[in-house]
């Protein structure tokens, strides 16, 4: 296996620079992960495809306003600091004092010990959050620092409503429209760099259309990271060490899981970013060693998904279309074959499918 198996040409101008104009009215592709046989149809068509006593699990956490854009105090240049993870720092956390990890640019003019304040000001011209660099982030990338976030404001999310910006990915250009576009309509905490973008889908008619069905509806969560954009750099996708992020699944999620098992339903992971929480949270000694879901509160997973992976929760996948050679690419092969995930591809590209965050979709069953 090499990651150069999970590429494919992927045609600049199928990549959607702008969600559906409603959100249910997207493509959706249909494949049978047995046969690899495919259906072109529209997402709202979900609905055929589930029966009673399925659980949906959907990913709810929400982006949050992670891209700030500022000066560097002293030089007046244009900063830029994104948002990547809460940590913790030589001072307590306060309403007005967090440290988080970010990244920065230019990254050449913002290094730690070098006094590289940047401030973020609002409509007003008023400064009101300002992060000083004072670190390299731990295992570092490119541009990844510690930053010490301050605010005059009572508190950082106040400021950072006030200034921040919804992130979206780096291959949607110059796009000017709605921003709560990119959050899905059932999002709750703020905690995510990037949105679970297969959610993006649902709209609240369809989710209560659904329940009318009897199909349910169960949630978990986890943040997002700005990692999930990255491709694999190595020839050996086992090479590869994949980004931790942090994720939790209610007790709720659990019992919903039982009862759906029970019922003879599926369980329908709404995501990637889902898959991973469940798999995540399965726990092979439980049970007697036969293996259980167990409730989990904000923990790490580092789950790294091929080919030959076991799943132990999940049954069916709506996902989006994934950028090649990325882990994403990996996992869904690993759900249902390489072979059919790239000749599934082959067969959106050819019939213009547009593709990515703000694309259309896929159900894998």
């Known amino acids: 296996m090499r990651t150069d198996d999970f590429d494919y040409n992927l045609p600049e101008e199928l990549i959607a620079q702008e969600p559906a104009a409603v959100r249910d009215e ?16 529209i997402f709202r068509d979900i609905v055929e495809y589930l029966r009673p006593g399925d659980l949906l699990v959907a990913n709810e956490t929400r ?13 007046g240049g244009a900063a830029e600091v994104f948002l990547l993870r809460e940590c913790a720092g030589p001072e307590p956390r306060t309403n007005r004092v967090a440290f988080w990890e970010v990244l920065v640019r230019p990254g050449k003019r913002l290094k730690p010990g070098a006094g590289a304040v940047v401030d973020f000001t ?12 004072s670190d390299w982030a731990r295992g570092a990338q490119k541009g990844e620092r510690v930053a010490k976030l301050t605010t005059p404001l009572p508190s950082l999310d106040e400021a950072l409503h006030a200034v921040g910006h919804t992130p979206l990915p780096p291959y949607i250009k110059d796009y ?10 059932y999002s709750r905490r703020e905690s995510s760099a990037a949105a679970p973008t297969a959610g993006l889908h649902f709209t609240p008619e369809l989710i209560e259309r659904l329940r009318e069905r009897g199909i ?7 943040e997002v990271g700005l990692d999930t954009f990255r491709v694999v750099d190595e020839e050996d996708p086992a090479d590869h060490v994949i980004h931790t992020e942090f994720y939790t699944v209610p007790q709720a999620t659990v019992d919903a899981v039982a009862a759906a098992r029970a019922a003879g339903g599926r369980v329908i992971a709404v ?12 726990d092979p000694a439980a049970d007697g060693g036969r293996g259980a879901l167990a409730p989990r509160d904000r923990e790490a997973t580092s789950l790294y998904i091929l080919p030959g992976y076991q799943f132990h929760v999940v049954d069916a996948l709506i996902t989006n279309f994934h950028v090649p050679k990325s882990t994403l ?6 759900f249902a074959t390489r072979e059919h995930i790239m000749a599934a591809y082959e067969h959106a590209i050819a019939a213009r499918y547009r593709l990515l965050s703000f694309g259309d979709a896929m159900f894998l069953h």
């Open 122 to 133: 609002n409509a007003a011209g008023e400064v009101v959050l300002s992060a000083e660099i």
């Open 176 to 185: 000017a429209g709605d921003e709560e576009l990119y959050q899905t309509v």
């Open 63 to 75: 982006v949050m306003p992670a891209r700030l854009l500022g000066a560097k105090r002293g030089t």
């Open 329 to 334: 690419m990996m996992l869904v092969s690993a």
């Open 26 to 41: 997207c493509r959706l592709l249909v494949m049978d992960r047995e046969s690899g046989a495919v259906e072109d149809r």
């Open 216 to 222: 349910g509806w169960a949630t978990v969560e986890l």
């Open 271 to 282: 995501g990637t970013t889902s898959v991973r929480s469940l798999e995540s949270a399965w």
